[in-house]
């Protein structure tokens, strides 16, 4: 990697950045929820979601509560963890598609591959935010520090 890459990608600003970017889709439907309170109540509604106000907030605090741990960089993994949950509980509940038309189908199918890959990156932010650990050596790797003495 070219040292001015390098350089850029460790800064704590491009953490910061990387992070915000990667949460924008939760905290800024997390502030429209608050926001326009009546139209995340109706959301919540459509979706048979009861009581909605209280489904409202409780959305709204998931997602504005798992997008700043993980913007501050602090209990990362649990932030990351309750947005994983919660995008994951968005599939059977707002994106169906096995239960669709076409071209509904295919266009909600395509919705939940990204909230897969939304997943996936959220698991790679919890686990690159871990404490680094030693590597655990491999069987084969003893043996051959052994055979060296």
Known sequence: MPSFIATLV???????????????????SGLAKLLDFNAGVAEMAFFGLEPAPLFNIAVAVTQLGGS??????????LGAGALGIFTALTIPIAH????????????????????????????VVAWKSAPARDAVASPHAALATQANT
């Open 96 to 123: 169906p598609f096995w239960t669709m038309q076409e071209p509904m189908k295919t266009l909600e199918f395509y919705v939940v591959m990204e909230h897969i890959t939304v997943i996936g990156a959220l698991m």
């Open 10 to 28: 460790n800064s704590r600003a491009f953490g910061y950045l990387a992070r915000t970017i990667l949460t924008y889709m939760f905290w800024a």
């Open 68 to 77: 700043a741990l993980i913007i501050a960089n602090r209990w990362t993994w």
